[in-house]
């Protein structure tokens, strides 16, 4: 079966713009959680949703958003883009959000804030 | 203190040699534990998950938890070049949120 889909793959914005990025999990699949991977930062949590509603959130800035559609679709969005930005953007999600699952993550979108 | 500590590596093992990852955390109510496996320019791959105390072995993989001293770690058996990759340590603490170590960047030397 098709695995978690991330689009798009790379994207270059410029400090300012805002951007949208996209997940589609495995079919099946109702949670769907966002990390952020920097080489100094490693993986760091930025939110998860669940039946269409944000469950959890990293200590995120505000300009960090997110939100996920009937069909278990995620976008996540990030305004007003600064240069710390730039990172590996992870999509993951899980059947359910009980403790005895793991999570399959996507192959990311690589973010360059110029 | 972070949630998830692990060795800061590099692990550097000769082919055929046993690797041996370790990680901590810091919420005695933590319940879930996971290891990932990240190979340079991929995403995470899940290759073990443990809840209960004790050991659990899949192929040359060995994860052991212990639940009283907040401890996980990973072993992997004869190691070949193809296991060399940076390894996540992710544990659930919280129903909706998942925290992942720094890593520990593996080489196994042919």
């Known amino acids: 079966k098709a695995g978690v889909t991330q689009t798009p793959r790379y994207l270059i914005k410029t400090r300012g713009q805002q951007v949208t990025l996209s997940c589609s999990p495995i079919s099946g699949h109702r949670s769907v959680s966002w990390y952020q991977q920097t080489p100094g930062q490693g993986l760091q949590f930025l939110f998860e949703y669940f039946s269409e509603t944000q469950r959890n959130k990293g200590n995120f800035p505000g300009r960090f958003s997110g939100r996920q559609f009937s069909n278990s679709r995620s976008e996540m969005n990030v305004s007003t883009l600064e240069l710390g930005d730039s990172a590996l953007y992870l999509c993951?999600?899980?059947?359910?959000?009980?403790?005895?699952?793991?999570?399959?993550f996507g192959s990311g979108t690589r973010l360059t804030v110029v | 203190q972070k949630e998830v500590e692990q060795n800061s590596g590099p692990l550097s093992v000769p082919e055929g040699a046993i690797a041996s990852l370790n990680c901590t955390y810091s919420?005695?109510?933590?319940?879930?534990f996971f290891w990932y496996r990240q190979y340079s320019g991929k995403s995470p791959e899940l290759i073990m998950s443990?809840?209960?105390?004790g050991d659990k072995e899949d192929g040359r993989f060995t994860a052991q938890l212990n639940k009283a001293s907040q401890y996980v770690s990973l072993l992997i058996r004869d190691s070949q070049p193809s296991d060399s990759a940076t390894y996540l340590c992710a544990v659930k603490k919280a129903r909706y949120k998942l925290s992942f170590g720094a890593g520990t960047t593996v080489t196994v030397r042919a």
């Open positions: 919420d005695r109510g933590s319940q879930s």
């Open positions: 993951a999600s899980v059947m359910t959000p009980g403790q005895d699952y793991g999570y399959t």
């Open positions: 443990i809840y209960s105390n």
